[in-house]
């Protein structure tokens, strides 16, 4: 079992920057990769970032490569997502989930999600 909180979501202007975390609880959080979706109202969640268990691999949507990043520290059990250059479409609910299917691009592979943190982007 693991239970994921995000946290760093907030209200930023164009062009800012905001780190979100995304703390698990459990010992098994080193096995699962790591995935960053999001969430716009009337919208489907989308694939936004992942990254391996071990930290070695990464991949982005085209639509946030090279203004995101994601990362981790498996002693600390948490998994980060650095965003740079925000832009107004960045605007979601941004949930961090945990999959071993090696389709990380599919929400529904996730074995476990978060509750969300609200992104907004004002112009």
């Known amino acids: 079992q693991v239970q994921l909180v995000e946290s760093g979501g907030g209200l930023v202007q164009a062009g800012g920057s905001l780190r979100l975390s995304c703390a698990a609880s459990?010992?098994?959080?080193?096995?699962?990769?790591m995935g960053w979706f999001r969430q716009a109202p009337g919208k489907d969640r989308e694939f936004v970032a992942f990254?391996?268990?071990?930290?070695?691999?990464?991949n982005y949507a085209d639509s946030v490569k090279g203004r995101f990043t994601i990362s981790r520290d498996n002693a600390k059990n948490t998994v980060y997502l650095q965003m740079n250059s925000l832009k107004v479409e960045d605007t979601a609910v941004y949930y961090c989930?945990?999959?071993?299917?090696?389709?990380?691009?599919?929400?529904?592979?996730?074995?476990?999600w978060g509750q969300g943190t609200q992104v907004t982007v004002s112009s």
């Open positions: 459990g010992r098994s959080f080193s096995t699962y990769a």
């Open positions: 989930g945990a999959e071993r299917s090696g389709r990380y691009y599919y929400p529904v592979e996730y074995d476990y």
């Open positions: 990254i391996s268990s071990n930290g070695g691999r990464t």
